[in-house]
């Protein structure tokens, strides 16, 4: 089963997106903020970082940065509301997939689904 880090401050969405990627067939661990993220990311394993990349005290963009450090294996998407920060992401992590606010549910399980089409696990997901 893929595992995915959800780092999202805003709660609403962070349930949210949650349970639509759990609905999916995913398996999802939710933090809200980046500081949380880190020590997970060293003791256990992700396919995937989604994250916002606006939050307090360590912005989506440094997370990807230390994830690739600790884990370069881990994939990551990004979700924003603020176009700006779209062009940030694209500079200062080119290799990440960047979802632009407000999207549907459906978008963003077929985002995650794109990511992993060509991984040896694809398809193995659980329906």
Known sequence: MIRILLAEDEEAMRTYLTRALENAGFSVAAVDRGTAAVPLLEREHFDLLLS??????????????????????????????????TLKANREAPQARVLSKPFHLKDLVLEVERVFEDAPFAGTRQP
Request: overall charge negative.
């Open 52 to 85: 916002d990349i606006v939050m307090p005290e360590m912005d989506g963009i440094e997370l990807a940065q230390r994830c690739a450090e600790i884990s370069p294996a881990t994939k990551v998407m990004f979700i924003t509301g603020f176009a700006a920060v």
